[in-house]
């Protein structure tokens, strides 16, 4: 029994998202401990990782997702950036998922404070070096059965309870395995057989005599139930004397105390690895939907916050691989978590088009607007809901950010080697179904150089069949795509009012010759400060 919640046909790799939970639990701590032996935090995770979660401003938006819960963030950090469910029967999974947990919120949350209650349960409990022994692993093994037996009849209430209201196949299917396999009836002999397995009135096991008189075929039996009264004690011990053959140990016989530990060992390896079986099973399924609700339980938190600020979301439309892509009231969620001020939104229509051109002065809102596409586009391909009013894109193998970054502290390189050291790095990565969103590339040289080494790098990626969106100031770059007059490229620009305000809008518009520069000087040395509409940003 797995949940499925994720993937249709797999399971989620929860050990993984377990491990760097804990791993980063403990860095909050400030416990620098070692992570556990073998583990790569970044295992199954583009390379780009880190330039993609501080290019887009990933970090508020993943903290919003999982408030104190650290496993919610490992989970929605991997999900959202590892690129591997570019699958839109992944997608349309997990979005009917979503929408069962946005119409049952407190359903949900039930569940998963029913997973965490058995992760409470398991704290402590493992078998170490003692696992050797089948003794052990026998009592560990009923114990640990016994304390998640609690959480199986809970989960099993609430999923007969919230059922009904669940539409969607992963749901569903969940749903009906947990009534299927965990009835009344099924859970009661389970009680029954913990209670045996406790052994609580001694080992009733059997052997035969093998070649030399060596004991094989060691069975444990069902133990002897304990007699309530003396009469009963009494004729019990009488029955024994009359019918069995019985023998003492010596106190101080070490030997024979071995020698019986050992045929008991044996006796009990095949129960203790039946249960032992069982408990792992049950373990694993307790981790796997803690594992996998965790992501849902970040999006239902994410979606809370947004609407009660006043936005909106919408369930994307997801399409195979190609050029679609268009949006009507797309914002930057980071930005609308962080502010309280208006957050403006945008329209796009850019399907068809490889590369995006966006233009216009500065503080007009360009890299907010390129941030809010790829955090859309990442979210939309993770399953989750999009911060827009109608979104619809097809999917892409990654999504590749290429910013302008401060003087390297090292002095190991000037600026503009180290952005082309890493645009090579891109490139590297890049396939034909990859998006590049680049914000000002370039621009630590002069105009005609960057524009030059701009047009020959777009020229290219958009050739290879790769989507680019590019902020620039070079009005020698933009221009030269302008005159070739290409139906394949989109031409946006940061709008601006006739008195200088800008209105944090994008508008399809060729570029303009100017930068705008008197703006600024009014800003800073003029008579009135220019004031905009909306959050501003970029």
């Known amino acids: 029994m797995t949940p499925r919640l994720l993937y249709p046909d797999r399971d989620f790799d929860w050990r993984w998202?377990?491990?760097?939970?804990?791993?980063?639990?403990?860095?909050?701590?400030?416990?620098?401990?070692?992570?556990?032996?073998?583990?790569?935090?970044?295992?199954?995770l583009?390379?780009?990782v880190d330039d993609l979660v501080q290019d887009l401003g990933l970090l508020p938006l993943l903290e919003a997702m999982a408030g104190e819960d650290d496993l919610v963030f490992e989970v929605s950090r991997r999900l959202l950036l590892e690129g591997t469910s570019a699958d839109p029967a992944v997608v349309a999974h997990r979005q009917a998922v979503l929408a069962d947990c946005l119409d049952n919120p407190d359903a949900v949350l039930e569940l998963y404070g029913v997973s965490l209650e058995a992760a409470d349960k398991l704290k402590g409990r493992y078998l170490g070096v003692l696992a050797r022994y089948p003794d052990w692993v026998l009592r560990e093994s009923v114990g640990t059965l016994a304390a998640l037996l609690g959480s199986l009849r809970r989960l099993k209430s609430a999923a007969d309870r919230h059922a009904p209201r669940f539409h969607s196949e992963g749901w569903r299917r969940l749903f009906a395995a947990l009534h299927r396999d965990l009835e009344?009836?099924?859970?009661?002999?389970?009680?029954?057989?913990?209670?045996?397995?406790?052994?609580?009135?001694?080992?009733?096991?059997?052997?035969?005599?093998?070649?030399?008189?060596?004991p094989t075929d060691l069975l444990l039996h069902p133990p002897p139930e304990g007699p309530r009264s003396w009469l009963e004690?009494?004729?019990?011990?009488?029955?024994?004397?009359?019918?069995?053959?019985?023998?003492?140990?010596?106190?101080?016989?070490?030997?024979?105390?071995?020698?019986?530990?050992?045929?008991?060992?044996r006796a009990l390896a095949s129960a203790a690895t039946a249960v032992g079986?069982?408990?792992?099973?049950?373990?694993?399924?307790?981790?796997?939907?803690?594992?996998?609700?965790?992501?849902?339980?970040?999006?239902?938190?994410?979606?809370?916050?947004?609407?009660?600020?006043?936005?909106?979301?919408?369930?994307?439309?997801?399409?195979?691989?190609?050029?679609?892509?268009?949006?009507?009231?797309?914002?930057?969620?980071?930005l609308a978590l962080a502010t309280d001020r208006t957050v403006v939104p945008n329209d796009l229509e850019a399907n068809g088009k490889r590369l995006v051109l966006i233009t216009g002065p500065n503080s007009g809102g360009k890299t907010t607007f390129l941030r809010s596409v790829g955090i859309a586009w990442l979210m939309a391909q993770a399953g989750?809901?999009?911060?827009?009013?109608?979104?619809?894109?097809?999917?892409?193998?990654?999504?590749?950010?290429?910013?302008?970054?401060?003087?390297d502290p090292r002095l190991e390189s000037g600026k503009f080697v180290e952005e082309l050291r890493r645009m090579r790095t891109l490139v590297d990565l890049a396939t034909a179904r990859s998006v590049f969103?680049?914000?000002?590339?370039?621009?630590?040289?002069?105009?005609?150089?960057?524009?030059?080494?701009?047009?020959?790098?777009?020229?290219?990626?958009?050739?290879?069949?790769?989507?680019?969106?590019?902020?620039?100031?070079?009005?020698?770059l933009a221009d030269r795509f302008r005159a070739r007059r290409s139906g394949s490229v989109l031409f946006l620009r940061a709008e601006r009012d006739a008195q200088g305000r800008r209105t944090y809008r994008m508008?399809?518009?060729?570029?303009?010759?100017?930068?705008?520069?008197?703006?600024v000087y009014q800003r800073v040395f003029g008579t009135g400060a220019v004031s905009g509409v909306g959050a501003r940003s970029g």
């Open 17 to 44: 998202a377990l491990q760097a939970a804990t791993v980063r639990a403990g860095l909050r701590a400030g416990h620098h401990t070692a992570p556990p032996p073998g583990f790569d935090p970044s295992a199954g």
């Open 46 to 48: 583009p390379p780009n």
């Open 184 to 214: 009344d009836s099924y859970l009661g002999e389970m009680q029954h057989h913990l209670d045996a397995l406790r052994l609580p009135h001694g080992h009733l096991w059997s052997a035969r005599l093998g070649p030399a008189n060596k």
């Open 233 to 265: 004690r009494w004729k019990a011990w009488f029955r024994r004397s009359q019918d069995a053959y019985t023998f003492e140990l010596s106190p101080r016989d070490e030997a024979g105390v071995k020698a019986l530990e050992a045929l008991r060992d």
């Open 277 to 334: 079986q069982a408990a792992d099973h049950v373990r694993d399924f307790f981790s796997c939907l803690r594992a996998e609700l965790a992501f849902y339980v970040g999006g239902l938190r994410l979606h809370t916050q947004l609407r009660r600020r006043g936005f909106p979301t919408c369930l994307p439309s997801v399409h195979p691989a190609g050029y679609n892509l268009s949006a009507r009231g797309l914002y930057d969620p980071v």
């Open 384 to 407: 989750l809901f999009v911060p827009a009013q109608s979104f619809a894109v097809s999917v892409c193998d990654g999504v590749l950010t290429h910013s302008k970054r401060e003087e």
């Open 437 to 476: 969103l680049c914000n000002e590339s370039f621009s630590a040289t002069h105009e005609r150089e960057g524009s030059e080494i701009a047009c020959q790098v777009l020229d290219a990626l958009t050739e290879a069949g790769v989507r680019v969106f590019f902020v620039t100031h070079f009005f020698e």
């Open 507 to 519: 508008v399809e518009a060729e570029p303009l010759p100017t930068s705008h520069a008197e703006d």
